[in-house]
């Protein structure tokens, strides 16, 4: 059902946004502790990815 109003939202060209659009979001109904701080200031480094 989702898809299919992506499709029809695509054909009627309401509700589709560019993809060069920048979109912010906040969550309205977040579940459990918000831990973003604390995992900012752990500033944990993940390794580079290699592509093939």
Same mark, same amino acid.
């Given at each position: 059902?989702?898809?299919? =109003?992506?499709?029809?939202?695509? /054909?009627?060209?309401? %509700?589709?946004l560019?993809?060069?659009? =920048?979109?912010?979001?906040?969550? /309205?109904?977040?579940? %459990?502790?918000?831990?973003?701080?604390?995992?900012?200031?752990?500033a944990?480094?993940?390794?580079?990815?290699?592509?093939?």
């Amino acid at each position: 059902m989702i898809a299919w =109003n992506g499709v029809e939202r695509f /054909r009627e060209k309401k %509700g589709i946004l560019s993809p060069d659009v =920048n979109v912010r979001y906040e969550p /309205r109904a977040p579940l %459990g502790l918000d831990l973003t701080a604390e995992v900012r200031a752990a500033a944990i480094k993940v390794p580079p990815v290699k592509m093939r």
